[in-house]
């Protein structure tokens, strides 16, 4: 086997969920290089869907923005953004929707607006996007967040997007699921300590009866992955 | 419709004070009409624009802004807009007040603006803690009973937007991604597109929309008038660039320096 870093172990683990043939909402970073590996390795006919407006997009490399000409050039169909929201996000056509943020908080309610007050924070961040609506107008909402105290949080400085249809939150440490509406430590990936998930955590962690451990990355799941990012630095 | 210098068309159609949208949805961003807002020095504008990025960071940190109305404020990719930050954290050069939605909501708005509606209506704003940091209502639906969300339509007083390339009558083609191009210019009081070229006929492209002569006020030639953002076609977005920024924008300094060799130092094509 060969050597793989944390967010390898992630975009893989996170790629894995997403069966053939699913619509997914895509964001750019670790969500965009999870659905293109899937679509690349055992999920060839999911449709991945970015909010500029493209409907089916098979990029060759990895777009540094959600509108990049090339998703327009290789998708199915490109539609205007309010076309995008209405009738394919709110018209329930979207299976799965990738989320982010800055904070989490034990329900998978998620934080992308500020650190601090809203009318004085410490840190602005960018704010909600496509987020709240993503968060109600999807099946399944898959989270990839790394873990740590900062991020796993006791109270969140705002909430931009509600946890209801959290369905997983995958991390560099391991794989959180909401049992009984709280969001628990079902998986760790090879080599990492429970303990070190608890201390990467703002709450008291609650930790499955019968603690899984992820696969690590296959060779062929590395290797599609790299030649991904290969052809993006290119 | 006539086909103008970009500088007479902004003199001509942009107010101090006004409410100005520059929009393009990472493509076809009028960077160039931007500059030339900054060089004409213009004041208390509230700018609107769903996804602020480089050309909104420059035109509030050269004070140009009092308010922002928007819904992701960052630099995609790369991090944070950092005058955009340095405003609303510390008041540099002047406070910003934020006017905040999420894409949804703005994208809602932008139809009914286009529709000459008063609001856009969502299922959304549901929870969470930005309903009460926004404009938005509960209306019931009058026939399922249904609670939904409205939001307030954007009438600007001037849509801004780029696009490929306008006929010699001005009747503008845009193609590829299309954001919210067509409703910014029909949501506007007035509105003005720079292209990258004036041609003798529209040939037909896939997936492009035509926006009539008579729903624009002015049209202006600017090539590479996208720039960083890009035009399908024409040239690809400049990735480098925007994560170039990060560095460039971050210092107060810097910033200016930039601004003056790169924008106040220049004139408008």
Known sequence: MSEYTADEMMAVEAARRIEDGTVCFVGIGLPSLAANLARRTHAPHSVLVYESGTIGAKPESLPLSIGDGELAETADAVVSVPEMFAYWLQGGRIDVGFLGAAQIDRRGNLNSTVIGAYDAPKVRLPGGGGAPEIALGVRDVFVMLRHTSRAFVEQLDFTTSLGDDVRVVVTDLGILEPVDGELTLVAVHPGVDVEAARAATGWELKVAGELRQTEPPTDAELSALRSLRARTAA | ?269
């Open chain 2, 1 to 269: 419709m006539p086909i103008v210098p970009l500088r007479d068309a902004v003199s001509d159609l942009v107010r101090d004070g006004d409410v100005v949208a520059l929009e393009g949805f990472t493509h076809l961003i009028p960077h160039a009409a931007g500059h030339e807002l900054i060089r004409q020095g213009r004041r208390d504008l509230t700018l609107v624009r769903m996804t602020p990025d480089i050309v909104y960071d420059q035109l509030i940190g050269m004070g140009c802004a009092r308010k922002l109305v928007f819904s992701w404020g960052g630099n995609p990719g790369v991090g944070s807009l950092h005058r955009l930050r340095d405003a609303v954290e510390n008041g540099w050069p002047q406070p910003l007040e934020l006017e905040e939605h999420s894409h949804a909501g703005m994208a809602a708005a932008w139809a009914a603006g286009a529709a000459n509606l008063p609001f856009g209506v969502l299922r959304g704003y549901r929870g969470g803690d930005l309903p009460a940091r926004t404009r938005v209502a509960a209306v019931t639906c009058p026939f399922t009973g249904e609670r939904l969300a409205a939001v307030p339509a954007h009438h600007p007083d001037v849509g801004i937007v780029h696009a490929q390339r306008a006929d010699r009558d001005g009747n503008v083609q845009l193609w590829g991604i299309l954001g919210v191009q067509k409703e910014t210019v029909l949501s506007s009081s007035r509105s003005l597109v720079t292209v990258e070229e004036i041609v003798d006929e529209l040939t037909p492209v896939p997936g492009a929309i035509v926006l009539p002569s008579w729903v624009v006020d002015a049209v202006c030639v600017a090539p590479r008038g996208a720039h960083p953002s890009y035009a399908h076609g024409y040239y690809e977005r400049d990735n480098d660039f925007y994560v170039a920024w990060d560095a460039i924008s971050r210092d107060r300094d810097a910033f200016r320096a930039w601004m003056d060799e790169h924008v106040l130092a220049t004139v408008a094509a």
